[in-house]
Nanobody, 124 residues
Framework: QVQLVESGGGLVQAGGSLRLSCAASGRTFSTYVMAWFRQTPGKEREFVAAIGRSGGTTDYADSVKGRFTISRDNAKNTVYLQMNSLQPEDTAVYYC?????????????????WGQGTQVTVSS
């Protein structure tokens, strides 16, 4: 069982930056593909970014490419999401997710473990 705890959300003006962190419990963090999703009221959870077990492979949603960077530190059992040039449409609850194995997925249904979410609000 893996427990995930996100932090780092908040209120920021358009054009600003935030860095989200997701701390994982357990000794198997390095065997998980990790991802970030986001969700707004009334909408399905949306893929943002994913990172492979060693951190050498990443994937991004088109809407965040060039602005967001996902990274991980397996020694600290933590995955990060650096968000730059934030826009009001980035406003959402951001969730950290993990799945064992090596394959990436952009579907929330494929992830076994989830954090509680952290709110990101971007004002115009």
């Amino acid at each position: 069982q893996v427990q995930l705890v996100e932090s780092g959300g908040g209120l920021v003006q358009a054009g600003g930056s935030l860095r989200l962190s997701c701390a994982a419990s357990g000794r198997t963090f390095s065997t998980y593909v990790m991802a970030w999703f986001r969700q707004t009221p009334g909408k399905e959870r949306e893929f943002v970014a994913a990172i492979g077990r060693s951190g050498g492979t990443t994937d991004y949603a088109d809407s965040v490419k060039g602005r967001f960077t996902i990274s991980r530190d397996n020694a600290k059992n933590t995955v990060y999401l650096q968000m730059n040039s934030l826009q009001p449409e980035d406003t959402a609850v951001y969730y950290c997710a993990g799945r064992p194995g090596i394959f990436f997925s952009k579907s929330a249904r494929d992830y076994n473990y989830w954090g509680q979410g952290t709110q990101v609000t971007v004002s115009s």
